[in-house]
Every structure is written in structure tokens, then in C-alpha cells.
């Protein structure tokens, strides 16, 4: 009895990690470049399209559908270690993660010093591009998604609330 229990446990253990998303999803969408807020709200059809992308995760359990999601935005000096550490565990409770990618995508590794090749503006269309992207991802509930920022990452989600 004990052995089955064990054995079963241990199938358990292999499914989470062999269904395990740890390199994680790219997920592709269409933004622009915004310089400020007058330009989305102005001018938004006249800008150029730009090709953006973000890393969906999900926690390692084989439920993988319908999940709440936490949309995470880096600072000026791009994503570090710690912050995806605060992904990871937010995995581990059960969300899936989306890490966006406004900087790789546009090829700038840190905006210390000069905020003008990523703007807050940018970060924010992005972010709500994605959302339109994932919404009908069957694997998330996008009536249940929190965004998450770190220092220039924080301002674009709290102006995202606007």
C-alpha cells in the first residue's frame, strides 16, 4: 500500500516536471512606438507598427487552463534575476506569469539615464496589447489578471489603472 503510494506520488512528480513550462512561451503582438500618453490617446492610428513579445509561464501542475495570470513589467535596467524570482513564486501559488518585453523587443538592454528609447507610454501599450493577445488563450482567465512592475516598470502599471 505504501509502495503504490509512493509510486503514484512519484508519477505526479515526473508529470509536473516533464509538463513543466520552465523555458516558457513566446508570445508575439503588434504595438507601436508611442513617445507619451497624448500620443496614444491623439495620434495611436498613425503610429508604426512594431513587433513585441513577452514569455508566458505556467506554474508545474497539470491544470493549465483557465489560470489567473500576473503580468509582470521590468525596470530601467531591464528584467533581473529578482524579478523573476517574484514570478516564480507567484507560479508556485498557482498563476500563470507573463513577463513582458518592451526593451528586448526593441533591441535596448537598460533606459537608465535616458528613458526616451522606451517610454513609459510604450511599456503600457505593450502591456495592454498583450492582454488583447492572451485574451483568448483558453489557458488564462482574463477576468482574473493583476499586473505587477518594478521601479520604471511600477509607474507604467500604475498609470495603466487610468
Not at 509512493?6 to 508519477?11: A, E, G, Q, V
Not at 508556485?92 to 518592451?102: D, P, R
Request: proline content about 2%; glycine content about 8%.
Amino acid at each position: 500500500m505504501f509502495n503504490k503510494f509512493i509510486y503514484k506520488l512519484s508519477l505526479l512528480f515526473l508529470a509536473g516536471h516533464i509538463f513543466s513550462n520552465d523555458q516558457g512561451e513566446r508570445i508575439e503582438f503588434m504595438s507601436s512606438n508611442p513617445f507619451s500618453f497624448y500620443h496614444i490617446i491623439t495620434n495611436l492610428e498613425n503610429e508604426t507598427n512594431k513587433e513585441v513579445y513577452g514569455t508566458l509561464r505556467f506554474p508545474d501542475s497539470l491544470k493549465q487552463d483557465n489560470l489567473p495570470m500576473i503580468l509582470g513589467i521590468n525596470g530601467s535596467k531591464n528584467w533581473a534575476s529578482h524579478h523573476l524570482e517574484y514570478l516564480e513564486m507567484f507560479r508556485g501559488m498557482g498563476y500563470a506569469t507573463f513577463e513582458l518585453h518592451s526593451f528586448n523587443s526593441r533591441n535596448v538592454e537598460s533606459t537608465v539615464g535616458s528613458q526616451t528609447q522606451v517610454t513609459t507610454a510604450m511599456m503600457i501599450l505593450d502591456s495592454y496589447r498583450a492582454l488583447e493577445k492572451l485574451r483568448y488563450d483558453p489557458r488564462i482567465n482574463i477576468d482574473n489578471v493583476a499586473m505587477i512592475g518594478w521601479s520604471l516598470g511600477g509607474g507604467a502599471v500604475l498609470f495603466s489603472a487610468w
